[in-house]
């Protein structure tokens, strides 16, 4: 995995590996191992997908403790802006 800190205090850009063939393509999007090797030791207990359509920017809920929750944001396909 290549790991990018982000400007954005606390922020990492996670990039798999991608391995291609010709049946398509595989790749590890958690390893709680790689995870704790990075700083991240949170506790992986949810995982959520959305589809939105062409258009729709999405956001996330910041909680305060105690209710806080760490986010793990995956985008399968997309435009940066």
């Not at 205090?9 to 995870?35: C, Q």
């Not at 959520?48 to 258009?55: D, Q, Y």
């Amino acid at each position: 995995m290549k790991i990018v800190e982000e400007p954005l205090h606390g922020l990492l850009l996670i990039e798999p590996r991608v391995f291609h063939d010709p049946r398509g393509h595989f790749f590890e999007s958690f390893n709680r191992i790689a995870m704790h090797n990075i700083g991240i030791l949170d506790e992986f207990v949810q995982d959520n997908e959305s589809l939105s359509s062409k258009g729709i920017l999405r956001g996330l809920h910041f909680q305060r403790p105690p209710f806080a929750q760490g986010k793990l944001v995956r985008v399968a396909q997309g435009v940066s802006a």
